[in-house]
């Protein structure tokens, strides 16, 4: 197992590579060195995760085109599900990721959180 430690700050690693195979991360919409998430709303708080995955892909040598799942937390998820579905729709595209989405009590002020899988191709 190989652990990349793209944010130092905090103390847990970013990313986990398993057996060479498999990439996984749990990411926060609070960037690298802040204390709270960036402002604007569950889109904005999305859009800040997904700039922190294509970092941590681009690390593990992968690209969005790797991803296989992904689980979406959100504080209001009635409420917020459709910004998240457009952010989805503008990063992913065509690429039909399997994903689910809960309601969840996140911390320090969060309205999204995310966990992603992404396979390493077979070589």
Known sequence: ?????SNT???FSS????????LETVLTSIPQGGTTPVEGG???EM??????????????GLSKSNLCSARIYLEEVN???GQINQVWK???GDHPVNRRCYGVDLQAGMLVE??????FPVA
Not at 15 to 22: L, N
Not at 53 to 59: R, T
């Open 1 to 5: 197992m190989e652990f990349l430690q």
């Open 9 to 11: 700050s905090k103390p």
């Open 15 to 22: 990313a986990v590579i398993h057996s060479g195979k498999v």
């Open 42 to 44: 569950a889109a904005e």
């Open 47 to 60: 859009r800040e995760i997904f700039r922190q995955l294509d970092a941590i892909l681009a690390e593990a």
């Open 79 to 81: 409420r917020d599900v």
């Open 90 to 92: 503008e990063y992913l």
């Open 114 to 119: 995310a966990g992603f899988v992404a396979e």
